[in-house]
C-alpha cells in the first residue's frame, strides 16, 4: 500500500490551500492600494511579557513617527496602504488581532496605532511555526478586498521554525504568487537567527530581513523596518538583503 511521507502530505495540503491563490475577496468592488502588508507578531514561548510588550510598543511608536506617516502619504496617490496585525506562535495559532486598515496619512495611521494599543493582550505563547504565519498571512492577502501594486507579510521573531511545515517550502509558494515575505530578528536567544530568515523565511521583491541586537532595540527596527515596507522609492527588483536596523 502507497504511503504518503509527512512533507509530501504537508505538501498536498499546502498545494490544496493554494489552489484558489488568483481568487479575491470579490470579483467586484475590490479595492485598489499601493501596499498590501501583513503584520505578523512573534508571541511564541520565547517571548515573555515584556518583550511582547516591548514589539507592540515598537509598531504603535512607529505608526505614530513622522517619517513613517511622511512614507504612508507618498502612497495615497495610488490609494495608501492597506495593513492587518496578527499574533502567531505554534503551526495552527494565529489570530488577525487588528482587521484589515486603509491608511493614507496622519489621521488614519494614529487611528491604527490607537487599535494596536487596545488589543495589548498576547494571544498565545507556544511553540514557533513560522511556515503557519506565512500559510495565514498569504489567506489574509487572498481573501481581502484589496488590489496592491505590493503585498508583503512582514515576520517580527527570535526564533527559529520548531513547529510545523519548514516555512522555505510556504515561503517560496507565497513567493511564486508575487508576495514578498520580509523579516525582522531579534538575536538576544540565537545570535545568528538573521541567517536563517535569510535562507528560509524571506523571499521575493525587494525582500530583506532587518536585525535588532535584542528586545531594547525593538523600537528603533519597528520603525526602519516599516519605513523600508511602506517606501515607494524602494526598487522592487531588488536581491534578499541582511540589514542592521540603524538610528
Not at 493614507?104 to 496605532?113: I, N
Request: glycine share 10%; aromatic share 8%.
Amino acid at each position: 500500500m502507497f504511503r504518503l511521507s509527512g512533507v509530501w502530505i504537508c505538501l498536498a495540503v499546502l498545494w490544496t490551500g493554494f489552489f484558489s491563490m488568483h481568487e479575491r475577496a470579490s470579483a467586484q468592488g475590490v479595492i485598489p492600494v499601493d501596499l498590501e502588508l501583513v503584520l505578523a507578531v512573534d508571541t511564541s514561548g520565547s517571548v515573555d511579557t515584556r518583550e511582547y510588550e516591548l514589539q507592540i510598543e515598537g509598531l504603535v511608536k512607529a505608526f505614530r513617527d513622522p517619517a513613517v506617516i511622511a512614507a504612508i502619504i507618498g502612497t495615497s496617490p495610488s490609494g495608501g496602504i492597506a495593513v492587518t496585525v496578527v499574533h502567531w506562535s505554534s503551526v495552527n495559532e494565529q489570530r488577525q488581532v487588528v482587521p484589515w486598515t486603509v491608511l493614507k496619512g496622519q489621521q488614519d495611521a494614529y487611528a491604527f496605532s490607537d487599535a494596536i494599543t487596545a488589543r495589548e493582550a498576547r494571544s498565545f505563547g507556544d511553540s514557533t511555526g513560522i511556515g503557519g504565519v506565512l500559510r495565514f498571512g498569504e489567506r489574509l492577502i487572498r481573501r481581502n478586498a484589496y488590489e496592491g501594486r505590493r503585498k508583503s507579510i512582514d515576520i517580527s521573531g527570535d526564533g527559529a521554525n520548531n513547529s510545523g511545515i519548514p516555512p522555505g517550502l510556504v515561503r517560496d509558494m507565497v513567493t511564486n504568487e508575487g508576495i514578498t515575505v520580509n523579516g525582522l530578528t531579534i538575536l538576544n536567544d540565537e545570535p545568528f537567527l538573521h541567517h536563517y530568515y535569510f535562507e528560509h523565511v524571506i523571499g521575493g521583491a525587494g525582500a530583506f530581513v532587518m536585525t535588532v541586537s535584542d528586545y531594547a532595540d525593538i523600537v528603533r527596527g519597528m520603525r526602519n523596518k516599516l519605513l523600508r515596507e511602506i517606501s515607494v522609492n524602494i526598487a522592487v527588483e531588488s536581491r534578499p538583503q541582511l540589514l542592521r536596523a540603524r538610528p
